[in-house]
Each structure stands twice: as C-alpha cells, then as structure tokens.
C-alpha cells in the first residue's frame, strides 16, 4: 500500500474525516442532516460514523482519548485503522483519502501506518494469491501538519517492515542462509546500503568456531554478512554495530524439539536478522546521518551424522572454549562470534536482536522486548522510550554479574547454558563474555512471530525491532 499527497481532491473520493470527541467537523460536513447525524451519533460515543452516498465512502473516525500519554494516542491511531482497515476490505476500496480534523501529524501518521502494515500479507505461495489479496492500495494523506518529507519516512518504513516480515515469513525451503545474503544485497542496492558476505570458506579461515559448529549438522553452507551504511556526515564518529541472529530454522539440532509448538514455526529464528536489515533499509533509504553496520551469522540448525553434540567443547572467534550442553541454545553460539567480529570497530555501541529464548517469551508473551544490558542509564532509557513510541516496548530485565555464575564450566571457559531459572538473562550474560564495548540484548523470541492475528501486527511475522530502531536512529539525528 503506497502513501501520497494527492494534488487536488475531486470530493468523489472514499474518504475518512479523522478527528477526536472535541473535533469540528461542521468545515467538513456540508449538508446540514450530516451535521445533526454526526452529532447524534457522537452523543452515543460511536467511534465510527458512517455518512455514505451509495458509491463513495465518508466515514468520521473518532479516535479514543488518552488525556497526558501522546504514546497511547498513538497506539490508539494504530488501533483505530485496523478497525478500519475490515470495513475498508467489505467494501472493496482501492484508494482512501485520509483526512485530518483536529489531530495532531504525529497521529494522523500513526494511523497510516497502522492501515498500511495491517494491510500487509504473505501471499507468495497461494494458487489464488489475487483473489486473496487485499484491495486496498493506496492512501491519500490531507493534512496541513504532513508534508511529503514524512510520507517518504513512512513509505520506505513500512517497506523496512515488510521486508521483515517477508524474510520471517519465507520458510527455509526458499530462505537457506546463502538465499538470505542474497536478499540483504538486494535491498541493499535497493535503499543504498552496502553488503559483504563472507562464504564458509572465507568463515573457516576466520576461525568462527560457533558458527561453524552450529553448521555442522547442516547440508547448507553458512553465511556471514556485513551491513554498512556509512553517510557523508555522520553525527556519530565511532559506529554504531547491529547484529541480528539469522538461523533459517531451528530444529534443536541433536538436543531436537519437540514439533508441534515447539518447532514448527522455527523458520522465524532468523527474526533478528530480519530486523538489521528492514532497519538498514529504512534508514539508508531516509539518508539518516547516523554510521552503522549490521553483522548476521546466518545457518539452519539441524541433527545430522557430523552434527555438534552435548559435550563438545568449542573454541569460539575469540579463543573462548565453550562446552555445548545444548544443541538448542545455538544461537548464542553463532551470536558471540559476531559479537567478537565487532570490537575490531571499536563500536560506540552494540545493539543485538535475537529470537534467543524461550524464557523470554515465557516471561512477556508477545507484548514486549526483554532487553538488557551495560550501555548505561541514557541509553536503555532512549530505547525505552522510542518502544514507547513505536510500541515496540521493552521490558527490562536484570543484568546482575551473579547470573553468569551458572555458566561455569569444568573443562572450558563457558558453558552454553545456565540453569533451571532465569533463562533469558543467562543467555545474555553468555553473549556478554564476548563484547567488549557498550552493549545491549534484546531478545525477541516472544513478538517476532504471531500464531494468531494480533491487531495490526498482523499474523505471522510482525518485523519487530524495525520501527523501533528506526525512531532510535531518527531520534538520534534529528
Ligand atoms: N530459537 C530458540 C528460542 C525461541 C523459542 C524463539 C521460542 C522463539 C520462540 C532458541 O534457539 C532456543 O532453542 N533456546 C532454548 C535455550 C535452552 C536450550 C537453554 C530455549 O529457550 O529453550
Ligand atoms: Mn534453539
Ligand atoms: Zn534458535
């Protein structure tokens, strides 16, 4: 679904008047009986008010208040245009003028957004893909308050996302951990990004233990990709180092899962990677000034005859020993090589996605982030609050040095697994051991993947993390 401004408005167009409680309307509304019905309706706290003519659409969308939380409002906005978007569909609308009355650019946005990216769909495998697809692929902005600037922001945002999502939702019967370099260069050369990706020769001269370990069990060669962007003028002088968990598909590997629950959407471990590059998408395509490189180790994770075992011991990039008591816990394995590749950056910060645990998801389900980290107070709080903001939000956990007691080997340096409780952060704190800069984990095991529709997030992958990001960097240049 593509963002304009039109340029003139012919008054014929399916058109939605989006304001609040304390709108006026009347500027808009031209016949008197429409005046008296809107406020007819209103009194009866009706959020949506349909006005048809037959042929074309004129709904009042009134948005729910949150008198003092701009971000709920936000939300709200979201919220408010997945409603829409099903009353849309019924009426097989193609195009949509959004018009504001009486809100802010920021919500009107919003709202935008939320119709765009619950109009998305994963339609590439379906006979009948064009009957399924949804109508609706265009949406006019009228507001004084949005200029094109913003449309261009929010277009090649939502197309950040949906190559995410996309990359999620392709299953590793297309997506191997070559295809997925491939896809980095093709939205590379896309949005303006650079891409290098190193082959499994080129890996094992590197000596990247974990990663090569986890590959073992596989057919399927591995891949290590680097991101660059790199503006004329960036406003930061050491860069800022993204690294992204991609394996293609986890089946435990000789520590197998179970299937039904438990594997069997395991095509989205590789939701981490995803997000890097739907967020170097939507930032190279923005030209933001900000320096980053994206870093993503990328295998399946399967049991094979040369599979790893538990009890093997792992010497790491960085010379680490790890003794592997869990195929399962694989994505810490290739996770830490790419951790160790970015100190040669000398990195003003390290920020890392990963569909690492599930203590994770079992602690916060779908609704957040589990993050932690040792980039100090400001930083954790600047990403608190663009997942405010975007809400993709995050949920703190501790970060405690006693946590990392539990990875106490006898025979190496590490273990790849903690004990019983506190799972998540165990797992952080393994990643920890190998960064040697400013760093911060977000595991995001619980939102990457959507069994069921869930609101404008949609069903399938969500593309978390990118719009988070991408309001961190925004913010951060702006
Ligand atoms: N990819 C999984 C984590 C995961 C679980 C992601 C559910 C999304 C939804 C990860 O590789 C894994 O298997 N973790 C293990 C670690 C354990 C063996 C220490 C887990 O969480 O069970
Ligand atoms: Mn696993
Ligand atoms: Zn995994």
Known sequence: M????????????????????????????????????????????????????????????????????????????????????????????????????????????????????????????????????????????????????????????????????????????????????????????????????????????LKMGGLLAVNRGSVDPPTFSILTWKPENPVNTKPIVLVGKGVVYDTGGLSLKPTHDSMDYMKSDMAGAAAVSGVFYAVSANRLPVWIIGLIPATDNRPDGNAYVPGDVVTMYDGTTVEVLNTDAEGRMILADALSYARQYDPELVIELSTLTGAAQAAIDKYGIVAMGNAGREIMELLKLSGENTRERIAEFPFWEEYAEQLQSDIADLKNIGGKYAGAITAGKFLEHFTAYPYIHLDIAGPSYNKNPFNYRGKGASGIGVRLLFDFFYHRTH
């Open 2 to 205: 593509h963002l304009t401004i039109p340029d003139k408005l012919s008054g014929r167009e399916h058109t939605i008047l989006l304001g609040r409680k304390e709108s006026d309307f009347s500027g808009l509304l031209h016949n008197p009986d429409q005046r008296d019905y809107l406020k007819n309706r209103m009194e009866k706290e009706k959020e949506i008010i349909l006005m048809n003519h037959l042929d074309r659409l004129l709904i009042v969308h009134i948005l729910k208040d949150e008198p003092g939380d701009p971000a709920q409002r936000l939300e709200n906005a979201r919220k408010g245009a997945f409603n829409i978007h099903r009353l849309l569909a019924e009426h097989d609308i193609e195009t949509v003028l959004i018009q504001n009355a009486g809100i802010t650019a920021e919500e009107i946005l919003s709202y935008v957004e939320g119709l765009a990216l619950t109009n998305y769909q994963f339609l590439k495998y379906l006979k009948n893909a064009d009957e399924k697809r949804h109508k609706l692929n265009a949406a006019g902005i009228v507001s004084e308050s949005v200029g094109p600037e913003d449309i261009h922001h929010l277009n090649t945002l939502i197309k950040g996302v949906f190559y995410a999502r996309d990359l999620v939702n392709e299953p590793l019967s297309y997506l191997s951990a070559k295809k997925l370099s491939e896809e980095f260069i093709r939205m590379g050369t896309e949005a303006g990004f650079q891409v290098e990706v190193f082959d499994k020769k080129r890996i094992e001269s």
